[in-house]
């Protein structure tokens, strides 16, 4: 049998998802297969995308990236998690850390021992036991030191915060110097092929591009995957109610915090990431329930510094596209669907189908059981994100506005009310298959949304209440040593800007 391989790429959309997309495949495919990835001036990316989560330095990592090049190039910060405020009950505080906790024990994680303890009132919150945590709070930073052999200070799990634009400019130098061709214009319409493939698009200019993959980068509009092959949409606007979102940068604040902070307010909930020349911030809110007035106001009355634009306003609505590939037409970032951004994933997600991709790429039969496949992959790792962005918002105590009882009271997935049931239970967490988050993620959330368990893995009692508590203590002890060497993050990011400058000079 002979195969048609792939030889001509079109990306539709350079935003995040176009020159992300563009740059992994400029390095991953080589330059036997031609990109061309077309973009439009006239209409903005949505600009906004600056909080990401670990996964991200793996992506770098493919492309071969130098860390500190790219931090300065984005004017990026260091993150180590989210800083969850006013979710459970106001008033309370808790972070989603990434990397470890503790040292697990025999066959059963550490969680379990602290849940038997801190249940009988005899260990503190679990933010003792992550050196993230910990660090977070006195807003010290450095990166892992692999030299550091069993020492926490060798587990140290990072991501960045990230100027979007910045971001996007930096990954078109790096596509651009690999060969893609960037042409520049609006996309009018596509044409189909008579089996319903895309076959070409029409530029305003009047010219016409075709190839035999296209990669639909175009954002909100889905302009190859929505308008022209009409997949259709899965709402989850039900679970996740908010749909709209004032963003505006403001001056720095003094401090300079490794992690996102996510305030919820009456009807949503506001971000606020420290980069290096600005904060950004964000009110994620749902228009059911709060004027667009309303919303700008709680905004703009609570920065840290003096605004340095006018608040802009984005409209979404949470759910998935029916099919992430349909046909010839891979819908890659917004255009495959939306989740809100409380845990920052919607990069990770434009990685993650870029890897898939990759896996499963096409030859020109574009074989049926392989695109069921990927967009069954691609549902499984959506919804999954889906029930855990959901738990933030129902598993709360609040009943002071409609939206919190709205929240609080809605019907929930039952993948996720299973997750919920085993927690409430004996504290187990189970992490389906390759699921995003794993067990120490939704730990942070069960826990730091106040559900409590009624009880712990049975198996811990194999060990003394006195062996578990000396344990617990010698963790916490070391934990917190090893984050006192630590420096301040603001130095630590300005110490490398200046190392960076001596260098290039
Ligand atoms: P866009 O940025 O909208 O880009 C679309 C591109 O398509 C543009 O280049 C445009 O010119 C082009 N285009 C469109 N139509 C045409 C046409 N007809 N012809 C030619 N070109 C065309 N993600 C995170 O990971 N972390 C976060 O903290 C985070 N925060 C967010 C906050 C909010 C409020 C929102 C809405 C999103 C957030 N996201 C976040 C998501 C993140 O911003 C996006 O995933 C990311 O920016 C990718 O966007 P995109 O490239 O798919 O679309």
Same mark, same amino acid.
């Given at each position: $049998? ?19 997309? +563009?740059?992994? @495949?400029?390095?991953? @495919?080589?330059?036997? %297969? ?8 006239? %209409? ?29 190039? #984005?004017?990026?910060?260091?993150? @180590? ?9 106001? !008033?309370? =505080?808790? $972070? ?10 025999? #066959? ?27 660090? =977070? ?6 990166? +892992? ?24 400019? /930096?990954?078109?130098? /790096?596509?651009? +110097? ?21 076959? =070409? ?5 009047? +010219? ?10 175009? !954002?909100?509009? !889905?302009?190859?995957?929505?308008? #022209? ?60 329930? $709060? ?11 609570? @920065? ?40 920052? #994933? ?46 933030? /918002? ?53 826990? !730091? ?36 060497? $630590? ?19």
């Amino acid at each position: $049998m002979m195969q048609q391989n792939i030889r001509n790429v079109v990306i539709v959309g350079g935003g995040t998802a176009g020159w992300m997309t +563009a740059a992994a @495949l400029s390095q991953l @495919l080589g330059p036997k %297969i031609s990109l061309r990835l077309i973009e439009s001036d006239d %209409i903005s990316t949505v600009g906004v995308g600056e909080s990401t989560i670990p996964m991200i330095r793996l992506f770098n990592k493919v492309l071969g990236i130098d860390e500190d090049e790219f931090m300065l190039a #984005t004017k990026a910060t260091f993150k @180590l998690g989210i800083e969850f405020r006013d979710w459970g009950r106001l !008033g309370d =505080s808790y $972070m989603h850390g990434f990397g470890k906790f503790g040292q697990d024990l025999e #066959t059963l994680n550490f969680y379990q021992y602290w849940l038997r303890m801190h249940l009988a009132g005899k260990a503190p919150d679990i933010e003792r036991y992550s050196i993230n945590r910990m660090a =977070s709070q006195q807003n010290r930073f450095m990166r +892992a030191d692999p030299s550091a052999g069993n020492s926490p200070l060798a587990e140290i799990t990072h991501a960045f915060h990230l100027d979007a634009g910045l971001y996007a400019a /930096y990954l078109r130098r /790096y596509a651009e +110097a690999r060969g893609v061709v960037r042409t520049e214009g609006k996309v009018l319409d596509a044409q189909l092929r008579a089996d319903g493939h895309v076959e =070409s698009v029409r530029m305003e200019n009047g +010219a016409v591009i075709g190839a035999e993959l296209f990669i639909d980068c175009s !954002g909100f509009r !889905g302009l190859l995957i929505e308008q #022209t092959l009409k997949t259709g949409f899965e709402d989850w606007t039900h679970w996740l109610p908010c749909d709209r979102a004032w963003a505006v940068p403001c001056e720095l604040a003094a401090d300079l915090p490794p992690y996102t902070r996510a305030s919820a307010r009456p009807a949503g909930w506001q971000w606020r990431i420290g980069l290096q020349h600005r904060t950004g911030n964000g009110h994620v809110f749902s228009s059911r329930y $709060m004027s667009d007035d309303e919303a700008a106001g709680i905004l703009m009355g609570s @920065l840290d510094g003096k605004p340095l634009a006018e608040p802009k306003m984005l409209r979404f609505t949470a759910g998935k596209r029916r099919k992430v590939w349909n046909r010839n037409v891979v819908a890659i970032g917004l255009s495959s669907g939306f989740l809100e951004p409380l845990e920052s #994933t919607s990069i990770h997600l434009i990685q993650s189908t870029i890897a898939r991709l990759i896996s499963f790429f096409p030859d020109q039969e574009f074989c049926q059981a392989d695109i069921d496949e990927f967009n069954r992959q691609c549902d499984f790792e959506v919804e999954r994100i889906r029930d855990f962005l959901i738990l933030h /918002y129902h598993a709360t105590e609040r009943n002071d506005t409609p939206f919190w009882d709205y929240c609080r009271t809605m019907d929930i997935p039952d993948t996720l009310r299973a997750k919920m049931d085993l927690w409430r239970n004996r504290g187990r967490i189970v992490r389906l298959a390759d699921e995003l988050f794993a067990e120490v993620g939704w730990l942070q959330v069960l826990h !730091g949304q106040r559900i409590r368990p009624r009880g712990y893995h049975p198996l811990v009692d194999l060990q003394s209440e006195e062996d578990i508590g000396q344990y617990l203590q010698d963790i916490e002890h070391v934990i917190a040593q090893c984050v006192s060497v $630590m420096p301040k993050h603001a130095d630590f990011v300005a110490n490398m800007r200046a190392s960076h400058e001596r260098k290039s000079k």
